[in-house]
Nanobody, 132 residues
């Protein structure tokens, strides 16, 4: 079992920044198995993968829509992951979820083929609203 709790959402104007945090907990064995991803779901749209961080080297993958604006990082000792979101756009408005992802979906192949079906655990989500 893996538990994930997001924080840091809110309302920001276009061009602004927000930093999301995700605290992970669970048995060490379970936590070591998974990569961590950020996903989002806008009203009326399907949930989509935003970024993930996977291997021991901390390799990150991003959706094309956020490349150059969002940066994902982690603090392994604190079991935390972060999503720094800069130059936010109204199109970034969504509920953002932290997720425990099987490593095959957070890889140079898996991220571009199937980002969703590899998720085993979801956080409760946090709202991000970007006003124009």
């Amino acid at each position: 079992q893996v538990q994930l709790v997001e924080s840091g959402g809110g309302l920001v104007q276009a061009g602004g920044s927000l930093r999301l945090s995700c605290a992970a907990s669970g048995t060490p064995g379970d936590l070591s198995v998974y990569a961590i991803g950020w996903y989002r779901q806008a009203p009326g749209k399907e949930r989509e993968g935003v970024s993930c961080i996977g291997d021991s080297e901390g390799t990150t993958y991003y959706d094309d829509s956020v490349k150059g604006r969002f940066t994902m990082s982690r603090d392994i000792a604190k079991k935390m992951v972060f999503l720094q979101m800069n130059n936010l756009e109204p199109e970034d408005t969504a509920v953002y979820y932290c997720a425990a992802v099987r490593p095959t979906s957070c890889s140079s192949y898996g991220w571009y083929v199937d980002r969703i079906s590899g998720v085993d655990y979801w956080g409760q989500g946090v709202q991000v609203t970007v006003s124009s």
